[in-house]
């Protein structure tokens, strides 16, 4: 199974700062099965980045997402209000297709 | 426009069995995988399993093997989720998720609104 690791467990930035968020693997993931997600309080998870760095549908371009083998990068260029969350990485490469504890998101 | 419908809660004691729907609406399934993932109260996301939507063949995590059953309807757009031997643990939300394309088949673009599965003696 692989394990992956998100850092920091909490970040805490305010509106128009610059978020860099990590997530790390226990073995090498091909950068085409490396997803990111988007969670607010009592809501589904969203789909913002999938092959480490391709943006879903209507995501906006200031999420972006990057790297490959083991680590891998979301970051959000100026945060907006609304971008307060709790954000997964998921690896599809192989079963079971495991997802990072989490990082969340708080207006500092 | 993809909208995936869930069943509602359900309150169940242990050993016992929870069968969850997931009906999916605007685009047929039949070409993408759909998902289960699941969160604990407080907790992260776990995925579950996926089933191919075309020719019904199933690939579970290990950790649910003997405990999970996933099928579909495809004449009712509809994907089911059997839990069995239901412990305090696995109380938790459970998610549907289809994939995203034909060729992104487990990045997670789209998904239900969860169905909450209380096990409580």
């Known amino acids: 199974e692989i394990v992956l690791t998100q850092s920091p467990v909490t970040l805490s930035l305010s509106p128009g700062e610059r978020a860099t968020l990590s997530c790390r693997a226990s073995q090498s993931v091909n950068s085409n099965y490396l997803a990111w997600y988007q969670q607010k309080p009592g809501q589904a998870p969203r789909l913002l980045i999938y092959?480490?760095?391709s943006r879903a549908t209507g995501i906006p371009d200031r999420f972006s997402g990057s790297g490959s083998g083991t680590d891998f990068t979301l970051t959000i260029s100026r945060l907006e209000p609304e971008d307060f969350a709790v954000y997964y990485c998921?690896?599809?490469?192989?079963?079971?297709?495991?997802f990072g504890q989490g990082t969340k998101l708080e207006i500092k | 426009q993809v909208q995936l419908v869930q069943s509602g809660a359900e309150v169940k004691k242990p050993g016992a069995s929870a069968r969850l729907s997931c009906k999916a609406s605007?685009?047929?399934?039949?070409?993408?995988?759909m998902h289960w993932v699941r969160q604990a109260p407080g907790q992260g996301l776990e995925w579950m399993g996926w089933i191919n939507g075309g020719n019904g063949n199933t690939w579970n995590s290990e950790k649910f093997e003997g405990r999970i059953s996933i099928t579909r309807d495809t004449s009712a757009s509809t994907v089911y989720l059997d839990l069995y031997s239901l412990r305090i643990e696995d109380t938790a939300v459970y998610f549907c998720?289809?994939?995203?394309?034909?060729?992104?088949?487990?990045?997670?673009?789209?998904w239900g609104q969860g169905t909450l599965v209380t096990v409580s003696s």
């Open positions: 605007g685009e047929t399934f039949r070409n993408n995988a």
């Open positions: 998921q690896q599809y490469r192989g079963s079971p297709y495991t």
């Open positions: 998720a289809r994939g995203f394309t034909v060729v992104q088949p487990a990045a997670l673009g789209y």
């Open positions: 092959g480490a760095s």
